[in-house]
């Protein structure tokens, strides 16, 4: 679908007033997964004796209990209960050649049997997996292995920082680049500021700029504004638009920020944490034809396995990252016991061969190009405003777009979080049909859905709209 209709669905869904699955059907339904899921309400209810809240991940479903899960094989998971979901949350992301895809398995296998992660020294499983990774993005000349993309993302600014001798770091408005002080500013939706930066002083993010998703004009006054001052470093971004496009990135954004930084002398750095090896072996700087100067990754870099994460880009740049006291002086300190451990290289090695050899990338791609046209079949039929579109594996269905409310406009804070609860509603009843997805508005395709899966997704969605008055 193109940006421009995009744009027009949105607003059409966002006029619209709400109608969401009413409180009768949700009493219903949860009484429904209650019944059928007694271990995990009990395991619930002993995980919050452990774990603050009772569950780890912001993703999960948690209405009316998050679930505990025991098994993930392909594109199903299994609950304590012995319950089958198809998954399409994947790993949040982290996984597209399918749960558990065994020649994976048995190669980290048969590397765990032969040398421990806890080697600390440097092993040659790093040399083969970056050697994948400079082959396939050409902006790598260096990288370096971290254990999450949060931590990339910190190291990434750190080292622009230092490189440019400047202090400003521009974000887009509703970008999700982990949960580090300086980054956790204007999160999920564009102008919330420090909305979500509880426990963050707020010096900490003093020199962090977010600027509105898709506004180059707003980008170029930016840097004008503070090139004779302390300056801006860098422009970090989601290159699919915030939260993997959720708010979907504009055609010519990407080039346009390029562009910009070139001008301004700016350092531009990827963020592709999901986007890298999603959209392409070469990430989606090869897919939008650009060529920043630091890329960060994350989940698909090592299928999730742990640690997922890494920094690569120019060599003067990422020289400043080096280890060790021989380093020049004003060397960057971003470093971690399990970098680049064993399990995390070969895992980044193989991978990467192995979303080559399955042609992947491709494969769910077509899958996520179906869903997506079916799902949009589907809202036709009923008569609703609600849309889907995709890049590539990343289909994003919008119901209700809360997180594209202006909420600079007053009363519309409420309404976004009404329209989160609409939202929310949908995601619990997709997860009583069996069907566990990002929050109910966004799925990652994989290798391992097939067309039945499609199906059954499609059949689930046309039950949970009926339950919809309208
Ligand atoms: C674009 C992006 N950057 C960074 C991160 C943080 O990665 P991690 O959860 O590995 O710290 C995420 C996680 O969802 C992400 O989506």
Same mark, same amino acid.
């Given at each position: ?38 271990? @995990? ?29 025991? +098994? ?25 050649? %399918? ?17 421990? =992660?806890?080697?600390?020294?440097? #092993?040659?499983?790093?040399? &083969? ?5 400079? &082959?396939?993005? =050409? @902006? ?27 202090? &400003? ?11 580090? $002080? ?9 102008? @919330?500021? $420090? ?22 004009? !707003? ?21 699919? /638009? ?8 504009? =055609? ?25 090896? +999603?959209?392409?072996?070469? /990430?989606?700087?090869?897919?939008? %034809?650009?060529?920043? $100067?630091?890329?960060?990754? /994350? !989940? ?8 997922? /994460? ?25 470093? %971690? ?15 990467? !061969? ?19 046209? &079916? ?16 890049? !590539? ?18 009363? #519309? ?18 997860? @009583? ?6 929050? %109910? ?30």
């Amino acid at each position: 679908m193109e940006f421009e209709e995009i744009q027009k669905r949105i607003k059409q869904i966002t006029e619209n007033p709400i109608r969401m699955i009413p409180d009768e059907t949700m009493v219903k339904i949860r009484k429904e997964i209650e019944k059928k899921c007694p271990k @995990s309400k009990d395991l619930y209810d002993e995980m919050k004796t452990c774990i603050p809240g009772g569950y780890e991940h912001q993703m999960v479903i948690n209405d009316p209990f998050p679930l505990t899960m025991t +098994r993930a094989q392909g594109s199903k998971m299994w609950d304590v209960d012995s319950n089958e979901y198809t998954d399409w949350l994947s790993g949040a992301g982290a996984v597209i050649l %399918g749960h558990n895809y065994a020649p994976l398995r048995e190669k980290i296998i048969e590397v765990l049997q032969d040398v421990d =992660p806890a080697l600390y020294y440097t #092993n040659e499983w790093e040399l &083969k997996a970056i050697k994948q990774i400079k &082959k396939h993005v =050409p @902006s790598i000349e260096l990288f370096k292995f971290y254990q999450s993309g949060t931590e990339a993302d910190m190291a990434a600014i750190r080292i622009a920082r230092v490189y440019t001798k400047k202090k &400003k770091i521009i974000k887009i408005g509703g970008a999700y680049h982990g949960w580090s $002080d300086q980054l956790t500013y204007d999160m999920h939706v564009p102008f @919330s500021g $420090d909305m979500e930066s509880h426990g963050i002083p707020s010096s900490c993010f003093k020199d962090t700029i977010a600027v509105p998703p898709n506004d180059l004009k !707003k980008l170029e006054e930016t840097f004008k504004q503070f090139e004779k001052k302390k300056g801006i470093a860098a422009v970090i971004l989601e290159p699919l /638009g915030p939260e993997s496009g959720n708010i979907p990135v504009a =055609p010519d954004f990407n080039k346009g920020v390029q562009e910009l930084c070139e001008k301004y002398g700016v350092l531009l750095i990827f963020d592709e944490v999901v986007t890298g090896f +999603r959209m392409d072996m070469g /990430g989606a700087q090869k897919y939008f %034809g650009i060529k920043p $100067d630091l890329t960060t990754f /994350g !989940k698909l870099l090592t299928h999730g396995h742990p640690s997922a /994460g890494g920094l690569g880009g120019r060599e003067e740049i990422m020289t400043y990252i080096a280890s060790g006291i021989e380093a020049q002086k004003e060397r960057v300190i971003a470093t %971690g016991t399990l970098l680049g451990n064993p399990l995390t290289a070969a895992a980044t090695y193989w991978t990467m !061969k192995y979303l080559e050899k399955e042609n992947a990338i491709e494969k769910a791609a077509k899958t996520g190009n179906v869903l997506t046209a &079916k799902l949009n079949d589907l809202f036709e039929r009923h008569d609703v405003p609600y849309f889907a579109y995709n890049f !590539k594996s990343v289909v994003q269905y919008k119901t209700y777009a809360a997180i594209n409310m202006d909420i600079r406009i007053p009363g #519309n804070i409420q309404q976004a979080l009404q329209r989160n609860q609409a939202v929310g509603r949908i995601a619990t009843a997709m997860l @009583s049909q069996h069907k566990i997805t990002k929050r %109910g508005a966004t799925a990652f395709t994989t290798l391992a859905h097939s067309p039945e899966d499609i199906e059954d997704f499609i059949q689930s969605f046309d039950a949970v709209l009926k339950m919809i008055p309208n």
